[in-house]
Each structure stands twice: as structure tokens, then as C-alpha cells.
């Protein structure tokens, strides 16, 4: 067995990758560890990367299909391409994982393929694809595992008729009907991709809204929207069952709270209802590495499990299970091994839907400001007033702020509308600050952008906004 590293990052996923360079960085001698066979993790392999390659063609090709003659562009109605389309997506995919490996070699990390499982408190067992076993040691070890997506009981994906978010970024043909089960982000998105392409697309949520968790009213205005662009939103239903009839399926569903039961007719369905933390087989058990109730590693507020030396970062952990989360927290682990005061503020972490129109938010919701019994006063600007938008004809949606009624600080933002998950950054960037509404209203924006929506929403919150 070689020298110890200083440090053994298990997957090279977002939270992982970070980690591992941002330690070689502050002068660590790293190894990582990935089973896939490919750095990246789900995020670069089969979800965010190739997920928004899909949804910016499909955009593309619904805007040719649709929008072109609104801006006087005259086109023959275009032909789709799905296997090309499907190759643009790997060549992001490839070029992404590509640049992984170039930073890991320009940053002296050396990486491992295969199976890891902790043997003892400072070693690692690897087992590659070939069963050939490596065993290295470490001074301190970071779990960065990720999550795999879920089923309901009883309903078996096949990645061919019953897919995952893996198994819907790689069909062959567009679907005549695809059922979502599930409203949430991933749903939503991938959702979005087909009926574009396409398809008649179903979302069913079982709870009476989608995007559980964001802004309310946002929410609702994004359920209008989905539907007016063709989609069908069940909420309130639960699916009891799918099953195999003929070369199709059908979808057993039921009011949430009790009712009459009905069918729907599908050829491919999408099981979009969440993702659990991958802490399976990795020897926890062995070393003591202590696991909540769904799974999770426990740990402190430095990212230490009740093993001292090993830590845990990304979807294996407590919180929103999102790339970012997970990129912050592995560099501050690695910072805090190097004695430096590692942080992450949780308050102010943005989540964004990728369609079109985008929905982004940051912070605090109305509701979680109700719940707290906190007084806030709100400030709204619609993008229909907003010259750029009328301009690039995108003005569906909003810009909403929500700041303390005292002291005027910025407590959350929500945005649906083009380019939203970019804009979200501007109220990021203030919160990080604690910046007040004032603070933001005062600030020049360039004209005309679409930015000035975030401007003009501050300012709804003191005297009013100017353009309207």
C-alpha cells in the first residue's frame, strides 16, 4: 500500500469533484473514488447536464415550430432529429466529464474506478469492474455518494416503458402520451422536454399543488402557464398502480383524499417522486458511521460524522439535494481540514426549474414567513411591464421579494420568467450581504434588461415601482 493521502473523497459527483480539487488546492495529496467509470457523477452523466442540453433543443425546436413567424421569420416547418438531438446531449456530456478528468490531473488528484467500500477507519477497499481489489489509506475520508431516484411500491422501472429521469433522457422516439408521476422539479422539466418534442404529457402530484416547497403563488402561476403550453396537471391523485396492456400501459389513479377510482392510457411513464441518499454497501455499518432514519449520515456543523475523521457531504446528507449544496459543502470540508473556517449559508441557496419559463427562488417563502410569525411586506413586478421582455416576446411571469417589515431586509425572491434561474442571483448576491430592498432599488440597472424586473419589484416595496 502507497503513502496515505491526506484525503479519499468517495464520488466524484459535484460535491465530490469540488471538494477534491479545492483540497489540492490548500496542498492536500487527494485520491477519489467513483464507481460509474466516469467522473461526475449523476449530475454530468444522467441528470443537471444532459437534462438542460435536452431542454434547450427542445426549446429551439419548439420556437422554430412556433414562435418564428410571431418575430417575421418565415421557415419550412421543421424536421426533428431526435437521434442528433440525443448526440448533442452526449457530446455535452463527454466534453463536461472530459474537462473533470483535465482538472484532476492539473491538480495532482489521483482517481480510482470502482466500487469503494471503508474497511477500516483510515482504509478503502476498491473493487473495479474487472473485481481486481485496491486498497488505499487515508487520514480523513469524505463520503460524496449522491442519490439514487425512487419508486413508489409496487411499480418496477424497466428504463424502457417505466423510466426514471435516466431512462427519460434516453428514448428512442418521442412519446405519443408520457405520464409523469410526480410534480416536482425533475418531473417538470423532463416533462416539459417531451410535450415540446411532441407528446402529449400528464403530470400527476399527488399533493394539491406542484413544486412543493417554493413560493405558493408562484407555484399556481406556473401550473397556468404549463397548462396553457398543452400540459395536463392532475394534482390531488394518487397512482395506485401502472400495468402492462398490449405494447402500452395504463395508470391506475385515485383522489388523494379518497374517491372514485379511473385509468389512464400511456406509452411511457416517468417516475419523477424523488431521489434517496446512496449509503448502501460502502461499509457504514463496519466503521460505525451512524445513519438517520432515511438513510442519511449523521453530521455535525463541520460535516464530521461521529467517526472523527470521516465526513459526509451532498445528497447523503440532511437538506435540498442539489449540485450547488453539495459543490459549497465540499469546499468547505476542504477548508476546514485545512484549518480555515469553512461555511455554508443554508439560508441563502437558489433552486431553479429549468423550462421555459424558468421558476427561481431563494430564501424564504410566504408561507415559511407565516409559519415563523415573521411581519413582511412584499413587492411584485409582472415581466408584461417590462420593456425587454415585450421585446424578446417572453413576458409570462414575475418578479416577487418578500423583506422584513422593520428592518426592510431581503428574507426571499421568486421569479418565474426567461432567464430566471440567472436572475435569481441578483437577490442571492444581496441576501448573502444582508442587503435590504432599498439597498437593491437603488442600485442602476442597465436598460433595457430584463434584470430591471428585479429592480422594479424592489421598489414595489417602498413607494412603488416606476413602470407601472
Not at 180 to 207: C, D, F, P, Q
Not at 210 to 239: H, N, S, Y
Not at 326 to 352: K, T
Not at 394 to 404: E, H, P, Q, S, Y
Request: proline share 3%.
Amino acid at each position: 500500500m502507497s503513502d496515505p493521502f491526506d484525503l479519499i473523497v468517495i464520488g466524484s459527483g459535484p460535491g465530490g469533484y469540488v471538494c477534491a480539487i479545492r483540497a489540492a488546492q490548500l496542498g492536500m495529496k487527494v485520491a477519489v473514488i467513483d464507481k460509474r467509470g466516469a467522473h461526475g457523477g449523476t449530475c454530468l452523466n444522467v441528470g443537471c447536464i444532459p437534462s438542460k442540453a435536452m431542454l434547450h433543443t427542445s426549446h429551439l425546436y419548439h420556437d422554430a415550430s412556433h414562435s418564428f413567424e410571431n418575430f417575421g421569420i418565415e421557415v419550412s416547418k421543421p424536421k426533428l432529429n431526435l437521434k442528433k438531438m440525443m448526440g448533442h446531449k452526449q457530446n455535452v456530456i463527454d466534453a463536461n466529464v472530459g474537462g473533470i478528468s483535465f482538472l484532476f490531473k492539473k491538480n495532482k488528484i489521483t482517481d480510482y474506478f470502482g466500487a469503494a467500500e471503508i474497511i477500516a477507519q483510515d482504509k478503502v477497499k476498491i473493487t473495479d469492474a474487472d473485481g481486481k481489489v485496491t486498497e488505499i489509506a487515508g487520514k480523513n475520508i469524505v463520503i460524496a455518494t449522491g442519490s439514487d431516484s425512487v419508486s413508489l411500491p409496487g411499480i418496477e422501472i424497466d428504463e424502457k416503458q417505466i423510466v426514471s429521469s435516466t431512462g427519460a433522457l434516453e428514448l428512442e422516439k418521442v412519446p405519443e402520451h408520457m405520464v409523469v408521476i410526480g410534480g416536482g422539479v425533475i418531473g417538470l422539466e423532463l416533462g416539459s422536454v417531451w410535450s415540446r418534442l411532441g407528446a402529449k404529457v400528464t403530470v400527476v402530484e399527488y399533493l394539491d399543488r406542484i413544486l412543493p416547497g417554493m413560493d405558493l403563488e408562484v407555484a399556481k402561476t406556473f401550473a397556468r402557464t404549463l397548462k396553457k403550453q398543452g400540459m395536463d396537471i392532475k394534482t390531488g391523485k394518487k397512482v395506485t398502480g401502472v400495468e402492462k396492456a398490449g405494447n402500452g400501459l395504463k395508470v391506475g389513479l385515485e383522489p388523494a383524499k379518497g374517491g372514485d377510482a379511473s385509468t389512464i392510457d400511456a406509452d411511457i411513464v416517468l417516475v419523477a417522486v424523488g431521489r434517496r441518499p446512496y449509503t448502501d454497501n460502502l461499509g457504514l455499518e463496519t466503521i460505525g458511521v451512524k445513519r438517520d432514519d432515511r438513510g442519511r449520515v449523521e453530521i455535525d456543523a463541520q460535516y464530521r460524522t461521529n467517526v472523527s475523521n470521516i465526513f459526509a457531504i451532498g445528497d447523503v446528507t440532511v437538506g435540498p439535494m442539489l449540485a450547488h449544496k453539495a459543490e459549497d459543502e465540499g469546499i468547505a470540508v476542504a477548508e476546514i481540514l485545512a484549518g480555515q473556517a469553512g461555511h455554508v449559508n443554508y439560508d441563502v441557496i437558489p433552486g431553479v426549474v429549468y423550462t421555459m419559463p424558468e421558476v427561481a427562488s431563494v430564501g424564504k417563502t410566504e408561507e415559511e414567513l407565516k409559519e415563523a410569525g415573521i411581519e413582511y411586506t412584499v413587492g411584485k413586478f409582472p415581466f408584461t411591464a417590462n420593456g425587454r421582455a415585450k421585446a424578446m416576446d417572453m413576458t409570462d411571469g414575475m418578479v416577487k421579494i418578500l423583506a422584513d417589515k422593520k428592518t426592510d431586509r431581503v428574507l426571499g425572491c421568486h421569479i418565474i420568467g426567461a432567464t430566471a434561474g440567472d436572475l435569481i442571483h441578483e437577490a442571492a448576491v444581496l441576501m448573502e450581504f444582508s442587503g435590504s430592498a432599498e439597498d437593491l432599488a437603488r442600485t442602476c440597472h442597465a436598460h433595457p434588461t430584463l434584470a430591471e424586473a428585479v429592480r422594479e419589484a424592489a421598489l414595489a416595496i417602498g413607494d412603488g415601482p416606476i413602470h407601472m
